[in-house]
């Protein structure tokens, strides 16, 4: 079963809306990812990080790789209809190559 | 391709049938995975592909479970006897390099659907 914890489940927001998710583990990660999935698609990739407190965005996306390297969260700024979807909080061990996946967030957009 | 290419999207098993899902990993990649997505939950590992290498197996549910990857490039996921909780979608993913570091990524293909009735 999943060994990430990401909350929250689901979000129904505002257009416009700023969103924030996280996801946190009792086990130290090396690698935190971010993926969108879209119904009847695959994951998709949004932000990487390879290093403890890194910061990174990549437009309206910014994510942080917690200085414990047990959380990260992410969080989208100005929201539109097309972020809607499921987002994927996902870590790599140390010398793994294994994603371990959370539940996922369902983000819902109100335009 | 441009991507990794799964075959079939969908397919509708009988209960006890066998099924063989298809995986063309980007051209040149040396890793790949193939995960399991139960509705409503994150991808599940099921196993590693270092080229034709089977790495790590510790993710297959029973013995049911079979992949293999022979000329370390396109890879199969067999499974025998199907069952209703087999039911999910089966995605396949691929990377350049052996470890996840700056620039280098996973990408994954858009699943290929099975229930089983």
């Known amino acids: 079963g999943q060994q990430l914890n990401q909350s929250p489940q689901s979000m129904f927001i505002q257009e416009g809306e700023d969103v924030s998710m996280n996801c946190t583990s009792s086990?130290?990660?090396?690698?935190w990812l971010w993926y969108k999935q879209d119904p009847g698609e695959g994951p998709v990739l949004l932000i990487a990080l390879y290093k403890a407190g890194e910061l990174t965005s990549n437009g309206r996306l910014t994510a942080q790789f917690g200085i414990t390297r047990k959380d990260s969260f992410l969080n989208i700024s100005a929201s539109i209809p097309s972020d809607v979807g499921i987002y994927f909080c996902?870590?790599?061990?140390?010398?793994?190559?294994?994603?371990?996946f959370g539940a996922g967030t369902i983000l819902r957009v109100k335009s | 391709g441009a991507g990794v290419s799964q075959s079939p999207r969908y397919k509708v098993a009988k209960r006890g049938q066998d099924v063989a899902l298809r995986c063309d990993p980007i051209?040149?990649?040396?890793?790949l995975f193939w995960y399991q997505q139960a509705l409503g939950q994150g991808p599940e590992f099921l196993t590693y592909f270092q080229n034709e290498a089977q790495l790590d197996k510790s993710g297959l549910p029973s013995d049911r479970f079979f992949a293999e990857r022979p000329e370390g490039s396109v890879s199969t996921l067999k499974i025998q006897r199907t069952q209703q909780e087999d039911s999910a979608v089966y995605l396949c993913?691929?990377?350049?390099?052996?470890?996840?570091?700056?620039?280098?990524?996973?990408?994954f293909g858009e699943g290929s659907w099975l229930t089983v009735v």
């Open positions: 051209s040149g990649h040396v890793s």
């Open positions: 996902a870590g790599v061990r140390e010398y793994g190559n294994k994603l371990v």
């Open positions: 086990s130290i990660f090396n690698t």
């Open positions: 993913a691929s990377s350049f390099p052996t470890l996840i570091r700056p620039g280098n990524t996973i990408y």
